[in-house]
Every structure is written in structure tokens, then in C-alpha cells.
């Protein structure tokens, strides 16, 4: 049977049955993990860092991990957590101040912004090397109050994930792939009636007759949705 746990014992508030150089490896430990995180916030992409900084979650995420087990585990001394918070405060204050200073680190760590659309189409191979989702992109456009991709000048998506939008004047608005998921849902491969038909992949459009089934020649994509504007 376990011994009794003794209230407000110090020694194992603090350090717990550990030698204080155990400390040390804590510190070691901290630093370690700290890149780990780093490292797989920035390989995971923008969206999944929307709003904050890269460095701003990994802060989040190794303090709320430090602070949440010494306030339930008796077996977790006080010691070891003011280390980590310690160390990765250091480790924050020192790749901001880098990132800062060197602009190839902050492109690598922070990434840069992206144009995912230009004049009314979809910049495909750019929107794919983001590993965006079209339905990510649409619902985002939609909420600025976007119908159909013939109202949009520029969208940029930034380096924290979040979605900067030019819109065109109104007297450049042009036809445009329709992003309201209903209309959008009705693409189709033949061309029945004569009209201006938009790719359901990157928006180009251009005018189709009855029979013309085309290729986009933009995307080769084969799948058309008549345009609205």
C-alpha cells in the first residue's frame, strides 16, 4: 500500500523524490519539445494556425500542458513546472527575436501571404501547395458576402491562416462561378443550353454552346457550372 500523502509537504510539493538536478533534464526536456511543436505548427499549415501566430500556440500549448498536471498530480513537483514555464518563455522571447531579424526564418517558420485567387479564378497551384479545401475557401468568401467568384479582384490568404479580400468595383463585376452550395452542386459535363459557363475547379469561364463539352484550359479540369453575375 502507498504511503499517505502528507498536505503541504515541500519537498514533495517541489520536488517530489527527485534529485534537484533532475531540474536540469526538465530544462532539457522543455527545449526539446518546444521544437517539436514548433516544427509540426508550421508543417501543418495556415489554417490549422488561423489567428495566432505560430509562435503564440506553441506558447499556449507547452504552458497549458505544464500548468495542468502539478495542479492534479501530487507526483508532479512544482519545481519541474516553473522550469518549463520558465524555459519556454527563454525559448519564445528568443525565436520571436530571431524571427524578427531574419526574414528567410520567419518565411520558413511563419510562412508567407498567398494568392489563392486573381480576377474571378483560383490560383490552383498555389491554393493546392496551401492545402486549402475549396469548401474552406468558399464558406469564407461567403461570409464576406460573396455569391459568385466574378465579384472578387484578389484574395490573399495570409500567413496566419485568415483571408484578405479585394472585391471588384462594381462596374467590373463579370460572371463568375457561383459559390452558394446549391447552385454550385449543379455542374454538369454536357452543355445543353448555350451560356457563359464557369470551371467548377478554378472559376475560368467563357462562353459554351449545346454538345460543346470542353476541357478548362486553364485547369483541364471537365466539370462546368453556368455562371452567375
Known amino acids: 500500500m502507498d504511503d ?42 495556415k489554417r490549422e494556425v488561423r489567428q495566432l501566430s505560430v509562435y503564440e500556440l506553441v506558447l499556449l500549448i507547452g504552458l497549458g500542458s505544464a500548468a495542468g498536471d502539478p495542479m492534479f498530480y501530487h507526483d508532479v513537483p512544482l519545481g519541474a513546472a516553473v522550469v518549463v514555464f520558465v524555459v519556454i518563455m527563454l ?7 530571431l524571427s524578427d531579424r531574419n ?13 489563392v485567387i486573381e480576377d474571378g479564378c483560383i490560383l490552383t ?3 493546392d501547395d496551401e492545402d486549402l479545401g475549396k469548401d474552406e475557401l468558399f ?7 460573396i455569391e459568385q467568384l466574378g465579384e472578387v479582384r484578389v484574395a490573399i490568404l495570409e500567413a496566419n491562416g485568415t483571408l484578405s479580400l479585394y ?8 460572371p463568375g462561378l457561383p459559390i452558394l452550395p446549391k447552385a454550385l452542386a449543379q455542374f454538369t459535363r454536357h452543355i445543353v443550353t448555350a451560356d457563359t459557363y464557369a470551371c467548377d475547379r478554378c472559376g475560368y469561364t467563357q462562353p459554351m454552346q449545346p454538345d460543346q463539352n470542353l476541357t478548362c484550359p486553364n485547369c483541364q479540369h471537365s ?3 453556368k455562371a452567375q453575375g
Open 125 to 127: 497551384k498555389n491554393f
Open 139 to 145: 464558406a469564407d468568401l461567403r461570409q464576406a458576402g
Open 167 to 174: 472585391k471588384q468595383s462594381d462596374n467590373q463585376v463579370k
Open 91 to 97: 525559448c519564445y522571447k528568443f525565436i520571436t527575436k
Open 103 to 115: 526574414k528567410t526564418i520567419r518565411e520558413k517558420l511563419e510562412g508567407v501571404p498567398v494568392y
Open 4 to 45: 499517505p500523502v502528507i498536505p503541504f509537504d515541500w519537498q514533495r510539493m517541489w520536488l517530489h523524490d527527485f534529485p534537484l538536478a533532475f531540474l536540469g533534464e526538465v530544462a532539457l526536456r522543455t527545449v526539446f519539445m518546444f521544437v517539436v511543436i514548433l516544427a509540426a505548427l508550421s508543417i501543418s499549415g
Open 223 to 225: 466539370q462546368w457550372v
